[in-house]
């Protein structure tokens, strides 16, 4: 599975490159901190797959890592996407690395 940094990932935002971003927390966690991502529940993401783009790069999100590589490897082996990276440490990784300001939980 490949993985992206919260650092590769913002210079990646900050160059303005194409990319989509996929939160696949619970809307409850969405509301204690966000980095901006598209919120697409783990539990839903097999019935939205056409919310998930196969023609940009495609970074996925949780708390720390887990959810979100578990996603990555199915979207992977099962539904032939390519161009998935999972944020290596979640959002708390990110908090840490990126913006300090988010909110831990």
């Given amino acids: 599975m490949k993985e992206i940094s919260p650092t590769e990932l913002k210079s990646m935002l900050d160059a303005n490159e194409d990319v989509q971003i996929i ?4 809307p409850y966690e969405a509301d204690i901190c966000s980095i901006g991502a598209d919120l697409l529940p783990m539990g839903d993401v097999i019935d939205n797959l056409d ?3 196969k023609d940009i790069k495609v970074v996925v999100h949780c708390r ?3 959810r979100s590589g578990a996603i990555v490897q199915m979207l992977i082996s099962q539904h032939g996407y390519h161009n998935m990276y999972n944020l290596k440490g979640g959002i708390l990784a990110w908090a840490e690395e990126v913006d300090n300001s988010l909110e831990w939980y």
């Fill in 23 to 26: 939160d696949v927390r619970e």
């Fill in 51 to 53: 919310k998930v783009r």
């Fill in 64 to 66: 720390s890592g887990l």
